[in-house]
């Protein structure tokens, strides 16, 4: 039955793990590790306490493994892996069916900002690696900074960064109000993963944030 109460903010499958964006959830996940080319899917949902509710119900259906669950009062977010496409699929389809909702009803991801910063200064690219959990930005890198709303979205943004060009991933922020990804490397392959990112980022089909389902 469906909870209108429930917001479907973020739903999103991942089919294939990038080696660095696995790589970099290791580093955050405080569930169990994905590895290079697994299948995800990726939920967030409003109220954040409901998560534990459909984290049961994703274990329970079918033959994945949770690599995050992160809860606040506003925002859940729960992230399930498996070397199975059709078992990750299965999972966020089996929180659809007990939402009652469908995938077209998740919000559409809205970008709001995107910078980028050409030949990076020393000091500017120490700050941010004092704070990142990926990989270094060095001096002379163009950096790309890009934050999205609803904040699940940063995940497959990030991924899909990875699987565009040869980049670094800096750091991601997939949880929370809005999200945040950091790339950087050589100024082409930058340009490249910005353009196809932010392509298939407005590509993604749903409900305009702010909107609810019916």
């Known amino acids: 039955m469906a909870e209108e109460r429930i917001d479907l903010r973020t739903y999103i499958f991942l089919d294939?793990?990038?080696?660095?964006?696995?790589?970099?959830?290791?580093?955050?996940?405080?569930?169990?590790?994905p590895v290079a080319l697994q299948a995800c899917m990726i939920v967030e949902i409003s109220p954040g306490i409901e998560i534990n509710r459909f984290t049961d119900i994703a274990l329970k259906a079918t033959n994945v493994t949770p690599g995050i669950q992160f809860v606040e009062r506003l925002f859940g977010l729960l992230e399930v892996h498996s070397d199975s496409q059709a078992d990750a699929r299965q999972a966020g389809a089996a929180i659809l069916r007990?939402?009652?909702?469908?995938?077209e009803e998740r919000m559409k991801p809205r970008i709001l900002t995107s910078q980028l910063i050409k030949n990076i200064s020393d000091h500017h690219a120490q700050l941010i690696n004092k704070i990142r959990y990926g990989n270094m930005v060095l001096r002379g890198d163009t950096?790309?900074?890009?934050?999205?709303?609803?904040?699940?979205?940063a995940y497959f943004a990030a991924n899909e960064a990875e699987k565009a060009s040869h980049i670094n991933i800096i750091n991601v922020q997939g949880v929370g109000r809005f999200g945040r990804v950091y790339i950087a490397g050589e100024e082409a392959e930058v340009l490249v993963s910005k353009e196809i990112v932010e392509s298939r980022l407005k590509?993604?089909?749903?409900?305009?944030p702010g909107g609810q389902a019916e």
Do not use: N
């Open 16 to 33: 294939s793990l990038q080696y660095q964006m696995a790589s970099f959830m290791a580093t955050t996940s405080r569930g169990y590790y």
């Open 98 to 103: 007990e939402l009652g909702r469908s995938e």
């Open 203 to 208: 590509s993604l089909a749903g409900r305009e």
């Open 143 to 153: 950096l790309y900074v890009l934050e999205i709303e609803p904040s699940g979205y």
